[in-house]
């Protein structure tokens, strides 16, 4: 029997695998918290960035951007976790060159985060689709509220920085009601000015993550506009909080408040 099996990532990569799976690390933070919730005892490093969940005890390797590519290496993982848009192709390359397995992930919807990650346990890690998992599908499957609300989410001020077209977040957006006005623009995650920060909207969601807006920052660049505070985790991670986020989020874009 076979000692070793090869099995695609999300890019099509033909990733080589040990038939058991033993020793994972995690350069991402969603994938982090899903290998940690579902199959904790696989995991031995992670980022500094990996915060969920809390109690998680595993070395640290640096962050996405600058991963300790020889410490990993001395680790010898059967896998490294990483994905497209957080972790950067010379990390990967240099990985493979070290001959460490890396399966990278691409997501840019929320159906293709429950497709990544089912494949992500079932083929590269050799275990059963988690329930969290099966129940986070069906969360997600409910119809959008109507009619939609022209909205924005910043992720940086000074400068501006927001939510635009091709992300995670605003296809998630979308299936909470939400229309982005900059998810026109060409870039993902568009610069504006203050004028054009407000243009047309009629909602401004602040997530805490990766800006840090608070009551009292943040909200006073949208006069007269409703400003929904959300836990940024809940907007951007695809993970086991999936299960919750949809529920908690409508929630705080219905008690979305003028502040003054």
Not at 13 to 40: G, M, N, Q
Not at 49 to 71: A, F, M, Q, S, Y
Not at 167 to 182: E, I, N, P, Q, S
Not at 226 to 238: E, F, H, I, Q, S
């Amino acid at each position: 029997m076979s000692t070793v099996r090869v099995e695609p990532d999300d890019l099509g990569f033909e990733t080589t695998l040990p038939a058991s799976i033993r020793r994972v690390v995690s350069l991402v933070p969603s994938l982090t918290e899903s290998v940690a919730h579902t199959c904790p005892e696989l995991l031995v490093a992670a980022t500094e960035w990996c915060t969920h969940p809390g109690e998680l005890d595993v070395e640290r390797v640096r962050g996405t951007k600058n991963p300790d590519i020889r410490r990993i290496v001395e680790l010898a993982p059967d896998l490294v976790l990483c994905n497209k848009e957080e972790n950067r192709r010379i990390d990967v390359d240099r990985l493979r060159a070290a001959g460490i397995a890396v399966w990278v992930t691409d997501i840019e919807t929320v159906d293709q985060a429950i497709g990544s990650l089912t494949r992500m346990f079932t083929s590269a890690l050799g275990i059963e689709r988690p329930g969290w998992l099966i129940e986070a599908e069906s969360v997600w499957a409910a119809t959008a509220p109507e009619p939609s609300r022209a909205a924005v989410i910043p992720i940086w001020r000074d400068p501006w920085m927001v939510v635009g077209r091709d992300t995670f977040t605003g296809d998630l957006a979308a299936r909470l009601g939400l229309r982005l006005v900059h998810a026109v623009r060409p870039d993902r995650y568009p610069r504006t000015s203050l004028d054009e920060l407000t243009a047309d909207v009629t909602l401004a969601v602040l997530p805490d993550e990766p800006y840090v807006f608070t009551e009292s920052d943040g909200p006073e660049a949208f006069p007269g506009i409703p400003v929904a505070l959300v836990a940024g985790r809940d907007l951007t991670w695809y993970g086991p909080s999936l299960v919750t986020a949809r529920a908690t989020l409508l929630d705080r874009l219905a008690d979305a408040q003028v502040r003054s």
